[in-house]
């Protein structure tokens, strides 16, 4: 899916100008990808191109009467990108129908990812039963495709090459799910674990192609998180260990009392208390996976928690984009209703 921030960058040509002029208003990149009736990118608007309308007493009656007819995009399938159209800002990223598939920054060299991604899919998904009786959780589905052949697919797009999903319960109907990826120019592997081994414990039984980085994702949980922003996060910091977090409010319902030996100290009535939680998206070098102990269970917390004793520094890579975690029924619920599309 794009994220939703970058919708704000594509505008249909049948919208009135007034409608772009305000979008590119609201935009710190100023400008506009134009669609057709059938999403195919066809053009690009900037506010410059408005003014230069202006000057010229053009008679606008649609948005391509002044749009830029040969913008510069970037193809899916495309290596790496002419250092010369670094000077951009931002491209779309089209498919071979020329749809737009997302909108990159050009200055984050995301076509030339140089990390594994991990999907952590072998859980039993009890929360959900009887729904995970007969299905596992990260292939339910939502619309016509399943939640985790979505999620594959983004990552495809976005570059990601060397790829591992671990099953364990009802794996074969993963793999199943994902036949349509063997198409794809990948290296895609499925980790069968001969036990469950927790959220952590099936990385120790991988054997990674290289000495890259690795994206750790759980397959329950539907987000908008910008991984070029995680992956230059984790580079720049130079992390060994990133983990994504994002703050919650929690309203209490009644006066919190504080007291000292019985005595009344202070009364808060419904106070509001504001806590980083882990989204279950992390970044780890290889190194410390090496540490663990091969094909045994241990879960993400009790793995973290182990690296700290031994003072490793683990970064936190704050997320502000929308997630959900479909694990219980009311969360299925809230996100079938979001996510229907």
């Not at 800002?89 to 076509?111: M, R, W, Y």
């Not at 209490?252 to 009344?264: C, E, R």
């Not at 980083?276 to 540490?291: A, E, R, T």
Request: with cysteine; charged share 30%; net charge positive.
């Amino acid at each position: 899916m794009i994220l939703s921030a970058r919708k704000k960058l594509i505008i249909n040509e049948s919208k009135s100008l007034e409608k772009a002029l305000k979008m590119i208003q609201k935009n710190n990149q100023k400008i506009l990808f134009v669609t057709n009736k059938e999403n195919k990118l066809i053009g690009s608007l900037t506010d410059g191109d408005v003014r230069r309308a202006l000057i010229k007493n053009i008679k606008v009656k649609k948005i391509s009467d002044i749009m830029n007819k040969n913008p510069f995009s970037v193809n899916q399938n495309t290596k790496s990108i002419d250092k010369k159209n670094k000077r951009l800002l931002f491209a779309p990223l089209i498919n071979k129908k020329k749809k737009i598939i997302d909108i990159i920054d050009l200055k984050k060299n995301i076509l030339n990812l140089d990390c594994n991604l991990v999907l952590l899919a072998g859980g039993k998904g009890k929360r959900l039963l009887p729904i995970t009786k007969k299905i596992p959780k990260p292939i339910i589905k939502f619309g016509k495709k399943s939640h985790l052949s979505k999620v594959l697919k983004n990552f495809i797009n976005f570059g990601f090459k060397d790829i591992f999903v671990c099953i364990n319960y009802l794996g074969n109907k993963i793999i199943k799910d994902l036949k349509w990826a063997q198409k794809e120019k990948i290296n895609l592997s499925f980790i069968k674990e001969k036990k469950f081994l927790g959220t952590a414990g099936p990385l120790s039984i991988i054997n990674f192609y290289n000495k890259n980085p690795v994206l750790v994702l759980n397959s329950d949980i539907i987000t908008e998180i910008s991984y070029e922003d995680l992956l230059e996060y984790h580079k720049k910091s130079k992390s060994e260990f990133t983990i994504c977090v994002k703050y919650i409010k929690n309203k209490v319902p009644f006066g919190v009392i504080k007291q000292k030996n019985n005595t009344l100290i202070d009364i808060e009535e419904k106070p509001d208390f504001d806590y980083l939680f882990n989204l279950g998206v992390y970044v780890i070098d290889q190194k410390l996976i090496k540490k663990m102990k091969k094909n045994s269970y241990i879960d993400m917390p009790d793995f973290i928690k182990g690296l700290l004793k031994e003072k490793i520094k683990i970064n936190c890579h704050y997320v502000y984009e929308d997630w959900v975690d479909y694990g219980t029924k009311d969360n299925l619920k809230i996100a079938r209703k979001k996510y229907k599309n």
